[in-house]
């Protein structure tokens, strides 16, 4: 018998219904659903069970600066913050966590009034804008976030750089209490109307880099504080 007729000759396999085939398909098709969802289960229960949150604001205060030597207080600033606490998002407050912040110009900036400074010389401006970049690190107690209506507090230390001015010393340290009343938007976002003031030294009168200062030499200026109010929009990161 030639190759040809043997395997003509040899037994075929009976093809599967199409049903059942049908079958084997909707049932790996859902054995690969089950497990796409399992592992979405599973990676939102680790999320959950994360011992600690964070977040992060953006704000925007006016607000003035009052002190010796300001001519005009009233300035704008920009403020964007990164927190963290250390309970996950759905644990009950009050919490306790840390904010490191920055804050920068953002519209008309305070004017200082040099002569009250001790600047005499005639040839000399009277007066010159100054900018404020104020950044530091803020102890932050935040109400129970469950709640429409939490109550926020924080206090802490930092820096204000002065640009502008004509200052030899520039870097100023600062003390920033704030409170504020937190309310839920849309989801997860909140907006908080807050309040905060800020204490810093102004610079001594022999720091001014100018030709002729009337005061002694080190004589240490008068202390300076800002007042500002405004809102702040805040995001949980996870």
């Known amino acids: 018998m030639s190759p040809t007729a043997e395997v003509a000759a ?28 399992a592992w979405a289960a599973s990676g939102a229960a680790a999320a959950e069970e994360r011992p600690f949150s964070s977040g992060a604001a953006a704000a925007v205060y006016p607000g003035l600066l009052a002190g010796v030597g300001v001519e005009k207080g009233f300035f704008t600033t ?5 927190e963290a606490f250390a309970v996950p998002p759905s644990a009950p407050g009050p919490r306790l966590g840390l904010s490191v912040w920055g804050a920068f110009p953002f519209g008309p900036a305070p004017t200082l009034d040099l002569r009250a400074l001790g600047v005499s010389d005639e040839e000399q401006p009277t007066s010159a804008a100054v900018e404020l970049w104020h950044y530091g690190v803020l102890a932050t107690v935040r109400g129970e976030p469950e709640r ?22 520039t870097a100023l ?16 976002a909140q907006v908080s109307w807050t309040l905060r003031a800020t204490w810093l030294a102004a610079p001594p009168t022999s720091s001014l880099n100018l030709a002729a200062v009337s005061a002694p030499a080190g004589q240490a200026g008068e202390d300076w504080w800002t007042v ?4 702040s929009i805040s995001l949980p990161t996870f």
């Open 10 to 37: 040899a037994p075929r396999r009976p093809l599967a219904p199409p049903r059942a085939a049908a079958r084997r398909a909707a049932a790996h098709r859902c054995a690969g659903l089950a497990c796409a969802v």
């Open 78 to 82: 920009a403020v964007v913050r990164v």
């Open 148 to 169: 429409p209506l939490s109550l926020d507090a924080a206090f802490g230390f930092g820096r204000v750089d002065l640009r502008g001015a004509p200052l030899a010393v």
């Open 173 to 188: 340290p600062a003390l920033t209490g704030e409170v504020g009343l937190r309310h839920r938007l849309v989801g997860a």
């Open 228 to 231: 500002q109010l405004g809102p």
